[in-house]
């Protein structure tokens, strides 16, 4: 089995399932639900990213109540929660500040997911997937900073394909989360039956 490293994934696989779901719900909601006002889309983005950072404050709370793997999901409530705020507050009507705000959020988060990557795991699966998740976002970042070409429906299609692609992974990173967890789990138990039977051997010497 690849070493774990549980500051990062121990316990978590159900808040990337959480977070798969919104987000493949919002890509196809965004692909196929035919909205052509995109202060509609930015609202709807706002709204979903409210919904992020509020999965990933409960994630948090979880977390540091155990002492580990707490800070991953403060950066990630944080990041969902201040570009909810700007969209649903601040950008309101604007869109160039409205885009913007979208391209550094993708950006951000890509190198977030990037960088996790790299640090959270050695397992290959899972580097594989936050890897290009995060790749994937800083594509979408610099895509959304020349979207200025693009018609409304393009955008609102391209950017719930982006998503969609994040949900599917998320929700694959959390399975295979799961079922390292699982495997962890087995692996402790029979290392303690195996220092019991150890233990009992001894004793009748």
């Not at 793997?69 to 869109?95: C, T």
């Not at 299609?157 to 967890?181: D, E, K, P």
Request: aromatic share 10%.
């Amino acid at each position: 089995m690849a070493h774990i490293n549980r500051r990062f994934i121990d316990k978590h696989w159900m808040v990337y399932i959480i977070r798969g779901v919104l987000a493949s719900a919002f890509g196809l909601i965004a692909m196929f639900g035919m909205m052509g006002d995109l202060q509609m889309m930015v609202t709807l983005i706002g709204v979903f990213l409210l919904f992020m950072g509020i999965v990933d404050s409960f994630s948090a709370l979880n977390a540091a109540s155990k002492r580990r793997g707490w800070v991953n999901s403060v950066i990630d409530a944080v990041i969902d929660v201040a570009v909810a705020m700007i969209l649903l507050l601040f950008a309101s009507g604007d869109i160039i500040m409205s885009l913007i705000t979208i391209a550094a959020y993708t950006i951000i988060s890509g190198v977030i997911d990037i960088f996790h990557g790299f640090l959270s795991t050695v397992d290959p699966t899972d580097r594989f997937i936050r890897v290009l998740a995060g790749i994937l976002g800083c594509v979408m970042g610099a895509v959304i900073i020349n979207a200025g070409d693009f018609d409304i429906l393009t955008f609102i299609r391209f950017f719930g394909a982006y998503m969609l692609v994040v949900g599917v992974t998320s929700m694959i990173y959390g399975v295979h989360n799961r079922a390292q967890n699982i495997e962890d789990k087995v692996a402790r138990k029979e290392a303690r039956q195996k220092t019991v039977r150890k233990k009992s051997k001894k004793s009748r010497k």
